[in-house]
């Protein structure tokens, strides 16, 4: 997974494909990465979803 920042449709794709990966240090060293990610956007909902997003949760479509 690429360190760059990423626009929010870019993140929100990068978050499904990570909650189908399994459990387990890759899946979540990739969610905190999404996190990061998605605080340089400036999208609140965006980050909540990165947020959620290890339990499955999506606060938004």
Not at 19 to 39: I, T
């Amino acid at each position: 997974m690429s360190h760059a920042p990423r626009d929010t449709d870019a993140l929100r794709q990068a978050l499904a494909e990570n909650r189908d990966e399994p459990e387990g240090p890759a899946r979540n060293a990739g969610a905190e990465l999404l996190v990061q990610q998605a605080e340089t956007t400036g999208d609140a909902p965006l980050l909540v979803d990165t947020l959620l997003s290890p339990w499955g949760g999506e606060c938004r479509s």
